[in-house]
């Protein structure tokens, strides 16, 4: 109220000193969260499709593979499709939301952006611990065979790595705005994960391209516990591989990202 | 004079359009708003008023000039719960119920106290259930203005409020309005139907091409346009392909002359036109037949 401090008379309303209301941000999440967990079509693809694909490509897979079985490794792969998936799809809708006018809704708040990002980055892994947990669950019930280090560090690579895919989805959805940017992003993950041996071993110059794309590095790495880099097809990956796939991916995601927030800056 | 609810000087906005020229959109506007007062801004479409709105909320800097709402930069204005706004370009999240979406904004207000109050106010109660996505655009621009309210504002800026509404849906709004303004809410609305203004707004603020024309209490500018239209339907046989014969449109302007009738004026019988007509600085009493050849 600095500003008002030379004209002398007040009246009553610039007097009373209003409380100043705080964001409860946790109603705010809590909210989307919601929102976004009742979205049958995105669910589907979240949870629904590698649940799916677990049980007709993993269920009762018992040949052995590193330290534990087939199982393990189909169970590992289709949890990772569906955690990128859900960050994918948080932090895509979240650029799309902003864009499409509800950020200028959220601009008339007391909001600052680092809470909205905030916000959505707990969400955005909320929605992943979904498929993680249930098909590790499933997996734990039905067969799914490894040392305890591998469940612990599988699970927690492909919780923490599916990060790296919020990136992404921010970046795809700031680069091609509109309603339908999110369902692109997402569709193109189920492209990446054939070529990044998620879906199916692949093998020769597939495997050769596939090993740069960005779903192999991630879905590698929280295997690697479990398969020490050996591939079904044969051949043994160093680990710095998967490691430099994804922090190539990292720093690629992250430059276009910035890209498409100074463009969409740009516009007004 | 207390601290006015907005003061404005100067303000400039310029953007880049698709081909490269650039376009003047506000150009020197001058605006003082006391607390208590129902304003129009009125216009025709891409005459500046959204781009001032925008930058009234601090959504938009400035190329040149000041803007104050309550003595404050518009940003912590906003922040302090003073000034809210009905945005024509705001967005609302389709999958979110009428509800949610109130409750949704009052946490990040940090207001969810007046959840209900809003709600009530908006006439929402009976929607607050259904999705976003299965409201008519009226019912989604009462929502708006239920955001709008969320915080008690002392100041609430209606960006073309009433878009999507039929006329009864646009009557009950104003009423929602007019009682809320009884209770000493400042209002701003920017709108481009001159009967919305009329009725409405004890102050019209014209805007033409990023310039305010004309600012004066709404009785004057409907003093200035003529107060009411007279229309007429011409004889059949004068209405040719290109419009109506120019030579009989003299005749009548010779037969009405004594009766104290000027502007005669031939166009199509819109608002948007009336208020073309109004901003185009025709001299007042001119006789010329704007659109005769028409």
């Not at chain 1, 065979?145 to 919020?166: E, I, Q, T």
């Not at chain 1, 199916?200 to 929280?222: I, S």
Request: hydrophobic content about 50%; proline content about 5%; aromatic content about 8%.
């Amino acid at each position: 109220m600095s500003g008002t401090a030379s004209t002398g008379a007040y009246t009553a309303a610039d007097v009373v000193v209003r409380p100043a209301p705080r964001p409860a941000m946790l109603t705010y999440a809590r909210l989307d969260l919601r929102r976004q967990l009742r979205d049958r079509f995105g669910m589907f693809f979240v949870v629904g499709l590698p649940t799916f694909m677990y049980l007709v490509f993993g269920l009762g897979s018992d040949d052995a593979v590193g330290s534990g079985n087939v199982a393990m490794y189909v169970m590992i792969s289709m949890a990772s499709y569906g955690a990128v998936t859900a960050t994918t799809g948080v932090a895509g809708s979240a650029a799309t939301e902003q864009v499409m006018g509800w950020g200028r809704q959220l601009g008339l708040t007391p909001m600052r952006p680092l809470a909205f990002v905030a916000a959505k980055a707990g969400i955005a892994m909320a929605v992943a611990a979904v498929p993680v947990t249930l098909i590790f669950v499933i997996g734990a019930a039905t067969g799914a065979r490894g040392s305890w280090s591998d469940w612990v560090l599988a699970a927690a690579v492909v919780w923490f790595g599916s990060a790296l895919f919020a990136i992404y989805g921010l970046a795809i959805c700031l680069v091609f705005r509109g309603s339908n940017a999110p369902g692109i992003a997402s569709g193109m993950i189920v492209v990446m994960a054939f070529l990044g041996n998620v879906f199916t071993p692949m093998d020769g110059l597939m495997l050769d391209l596939g090993r740069l794309t960005p779903l192999y590095g991630y879905a590698a790495l929280a295997r690697y516990p479990l398969t020490e880099g050996w591939l079904p097809v044969g051949g043994q990956d160093p680990l710095w591989l998967p490691v430099a796939n994804v922090l190539a991916w990292t720093v690629i995601f992250s430059l276009l990202a910035m890209w498409g927030v100074r463009r969409t800056r740009a516009r007004t | 004079m207390s601290t006015p609810a907005i003061h404005a000087t100067g303000l400039r906005k310029q953007f880049r359009q698709s081909d490269g020229t650039p376009l003047v959109a506000v150009d020197d506007v001058d605006l003082t708003i006391q607390p208590g007062e129902i304003v129009a801004f009125l216009g025709p479409n891409g005459a500046g008023k959204t781009t001032t709105v925008d930058m009234l909320l601090g959504l938009t800097r400035p190329d040149a000039g000041t803007v104050e709402v309550y003595g404050m930069e518009p940003g912590a204005a906003i922040r302090a719960g003073r000034v809210s706004a009905v945005m024509q370009t705001g967005g609302l999240l389709r999958d979110f119920t009428v509800e949610e979406t109130v409750r949704a904004i009052a946490a990040l207000h940090g207001r969810t106290d007046r959840v209900d109050a809003v709600i009530e106010r908006a006439r929402l109660t009976e929607l607050a259930g259904r999705r976003v996505e299965a409201c008519s655009g009226g019912e989604q621009q009462r929502l708006k203005f239920a955001l709008a309210l969320v915080p008690d504002p002392d100041l609430v800026i209606l960006d073309e409020p009433t878009t999507g509404m039929d006329t009864g849906a646009r009557q009950e709004f104003w009423q929602t309005m007019r009682a809320d303004a009884a209770l000493g809410r400042t209002i701003v609305f920017a709108t481009h139907y001159l009967a919305e203004a009329d009725e409405f707004a004890e102050r019209t603020v014209l805007m033409s091409r990023g310039r305010i024309v004309h600012d004066a209490p709404t009785a004057d500018v409907r003093a200035a346009y003529g107060g009411r239209t007279v229309t007429f339907r011409p004889p059949p046989d004068v209405v040719g392909a290109d419009g109506i014969d120019a030579a009989w449109l003299q005749r009548v302007e010779q037969v009405l002359a004594p009766l104290g009738v000027t502007g005669l004026e031939v166009s199509a019988a819109s608002l948007e036109a009336a208020f073309l007509a109004l901003t185009a600085e025709a001299p007042a009493g001119s006789t010329e037949l704007i659109g005769a050849a028409r």
